[in-house]
């Protein structure tokens, strides 16, 4: 996990800033998913710079309230500066999403965006976010769907081909393992003890100017890992092999970008 904290507070200044519509919307999904109720309790797990730590405040209003944990100090700490200067009351702190150290039983509700498959263990994770909810609580996360056939046999071929072993798009894991299907996401969180599981979906549809502002998009996320870890001396070819095939995913009106599924899977304690 210290490969992870490192990538993200790295990430932390620029992460969801580059003009794209990607995580906020995947966020207030989420979100709306769960269908907060006003003066409830929320915990926002790896919250990051705030998708869905907003739409949760506006949700459970002044009579409510909300805890984000993140385990990268560099994301609590920027996102804390936004809460001051937005002026809303939040409880912010750096945590590990695998066994956070909060009291058991104090939240309605546990929400947890594009998360789960970063841990080394999702299922004790989703059983330690179980005890952190009152009776009836309810949980909350989002994973990755599958995306454009189209970007995955051009460009992330060319990712995926040039990239040293174990170095991985986040998306990729929508595609195997218990993030592949809505039915294994649910048998997930039924073995970590939920119950009345539920599964929601929805699309999102980022776009990007040119080659440039997607590279501007893929170093300010996860796949920063990518680019870091190409030699300098070859960092000119992949880019220049990695951007012809960006250059032809463009869709019917010219514009560079995928369409990628988001499940939501949701249960109660």
């Known amino acids: 996990m210290q490969r992870v904290t490192k990538l993200f507070d790295e990430l932390a200044d620029s992460y969801d800033a580059v003009s794209v519509e990607f995580f906020q919307p995947i966020g207030a999904g989420l979100v709306a ?13 790896g919250c990051g710079r705030g998708a869905v730590l907003y739409p949760l405040l506006a949700a459970v209003g002044p009579t409510g309230s909300v805890t984000g944990i993140d385990l990268s100090p560099r994301m ?31 939240y309605d509700l546990v929400a947890s965006s594009l ?23 309810r949980v909350g996360v989002s994973t990755f769907g599958t995306y454009d056939d189209r970007w995955a046999d051009t460009v992330d071929a ?5 990239a040293p072993k174990g170095v991985q798009d986040a998306r990729t894991t929508g595609r195997k393992g218990p993030f592949a299907s809505d039915a294994s996401m649910a048998e997930l969180l039924g073995e970590a003890g939920f119950l009345d599981i539920q599964t929601v979906k929805t699309v999102v549809h980022p776009r990007f100017d040119d080659c440039e502002h997607w590279y501007e998009w893929s170093m ?19 880019k220049r092999d990695v951007f012809a095939a960006v250059e032809g995913c463009r869709d ?3 514009r560079i970008g995928f369409d ?10």
């Open 33 to 45: 998913a769960l269908s907060p109720e006003p003066g409830q309790r929320a915990l926002d797990v």
């Open 220 to 238: 300010s996320v996860g796949q920063r890992q990518f680019w870091q870890s190409i030699p300098a001396d070859q960092l000119d070819d992949v």
């Open 76 to 106: 609590v700490e920027m996102t804390a500066l936004d809460a001051a200067r937005s002026g809303v009351e939040v409880e912010l702190l750096v945590g590990d999403a695998m066994a956070p150290d909060l009291p058991p039983g104090t």
């Open 158 to 162: 060319v990712l995926q081909a040039r």
């Open 115 to 137: 998360v789960l498959f970063f841990l080394p263990d999702p299922l004790s994770a989703l059983r330690a976010w179980r005890e952190l909810l009152s009776d009836g609580g």
């Open 252 to 254: 019917e009106h010219g």
């Open 260 to 269: 990628q599924n988001i499940r939501y899977t949701l249960g109660r304690r």
